[in-house]
């Protein structure tokens, strides 16, 4: 069974950094392409980043260029999400998902997500 959980986010000062890794189970994680996906208040469903199984490729929402770092450890079935300078727009709930294949860039292509953990960027 397939299982993804994100480690525990939480309260940050703007500028701040955190990095939250999401730990992968139940697959061979470097087989599939992956994402983080973000929900901040009241909003929609926003990518983060995508990475192949490979993690060769990454690519990043053009707000999180320069400032956010995915990468995955498929020896360790982890993958991270490293944000630095944090600003109070990136207030959000923060997934892991995982596709059905080696990347995808579509929403409909993510198969398991996981529960979720809060990211609050405050003073």
């Known amino acids: 069974e397939v299982h993804l959980v994100e480690s525990r986010g939480g309260l940050v000062q703007p500028g701040g950094s955190l990095r939250l890794s999401c730990a992968a189970s139940?697959?061979?994680?470097?087989?599939?392409?992956m994402a983080w996906v973000r929900q901040a208040p009241g909003k929609g469903f926003e990518w983060v980043a995508l990475?192949?199984?490979?993690?060769?490729?990454?690519t990043y929402a053009d707000s999180m260029k320069g400032r956010f770092t995915c990468s995955r450890d498929n020896a360790k079935n982890t993958l991270y999400l490293q944000m630095n300078s944090l600003e109070r727009d990136d207030t959000a709930v923060y997934y892991c998902?995982?596709?059905?294949?080696?990347?995808?860039?579509?929403?409909?292509?993510?198969?398991?997500w996981g529960q979720g953990t809060q990211v609050t960027v405050s003073s």
């Open positions: 998902a995982k596709s059905a294949f080696s990347y995808s860039r579509s929403a409909g292509q993510y198969d398991y």
């Open positions: 139940g697959f061979t994680l470097r087989n599939y392409g």
């Open positions: 990475i192949n199984g490979g993690g060769t490729v990454i």
